[in-house]
Nanobody, 120 residues
Framework: QLQLAESGGGLVQAGGSLRLSCSAS????????MGWFRQGPGLERREFVA????????YYADSVKGRFAISRDNDKNTVSLQMNSLKPEDTAAYYC?????????????WGQGTQVTVSS
């Protein structure tokens, strides 16, 4: 079982950058795929943003490809999301989760989320 905690959210102007971090406690972090999802204001569903497999292979939603980068440090039990060239439509609560793929149902453990607000 993993406990996940996100940090690094905040308010940034369009075109700016933020780096989100997710700290995991629990055993065998390195055996889990990890991902980032987001839920925009007024939306019911969480949207897939980026994922990283236990092998280190990464994959992204088309909307963030080329702007966001996911990485992991298995020694520190962390996964990060570097977000560049931010747009107002990136405004959302961002969640890290343990699992694989682009469907939220495939993720077993979730953090509480961190808010990212991008002003125009």
């Amino acid at each position: 079982q993993l406990q996940l905690a996100e940090s690094g959210g905040g308010l940034v102007q369009a075109g700016g950058s933020l780096r989100l971090s997710c700290s995991a406690s629990g055993r065998f972090f390195g055996t889990y795929g990890m991902g980032w999802f987001r839920q925009g204001p007024g939306l019911e569903r969480r949207e897939f943003v980026a994922g990283i497999r236990r092998t280190g292979d990464t994959y992204y939603a088309d909307s963030v490809k080329g702007r966001f980068a996911i990485s992991r440090d298995n020694d520190k039990n962390t996964v990060s999301l570097q977000m560049n060239s931010l747009k107002p439509e990136d405004t959302a609560a961002y969640y890290c989760a343990a699992g694989v793929g682009t469907w939220s149902r495939n993720y077993s453990y979730w953090g509480q989320g961190t808010q990212v607000t991008v002003s125009s």
